[in-house]
């Protein structure tokens, strides 16, 4: 697992990426920031990466991270989707799980924009 800091807007986030190929690449990428964009309690935002789905699933849980290959995008799933038939989130189409946001998810179900920085952390 590779560890990442995630800022959004004002708060700090542990993450950690798993043993992915997608999730690697990302790490290459790293620090990426971005505007998010809101799918329900989804924050999306398309990153320099095109790859195809390696781990496609639709079952998620509260705080996974996702690579959306549809939109080039990296996900965050804090609570339901538009999709979702319970309290877990549900994509929109596939995705690969990259990894875990750690910490008190809620209060980002209070934002209606988000600033977004991903960096790597000290390992």
Do not use: H
Request: net charge negative; aromatic share 10%; charged share 30%.
């Amino acid at each position: 697992m590779k560890k990442i800091n995630i800022f959004i807007n004002d708060k700090i986030f542990e993450g950690e990426l798993n043993e992915t190929e997608a999730a690697e690449r990302i790490y290459q990428l790293l620090p990426i920031e971005a505007d998010g964009n809101f799918w329900g309690e989804e924050i999306y935002f398309s990153i320099p990466l095109e790859m195809e789905n390696e781990n496609p699933t639709e079952d998620l849980k509260i705080g996974d991270l996702g690579y959306w290959p549809e939109g080039n995008g990296f996900c965050i799933f804090y609570g339901r989707t538009p999709d979702s038939t319970d309290d877990v989130p549900k994509p929109a189409s596939p995705v690969t799980i990259i990894g875990r946001i750690k910490g008190e998810l809620d209060s980002l179900k209070e934002l209606n924009q988000a600033k977004i920085k991903i960096e790597k952390a000290e390992q």
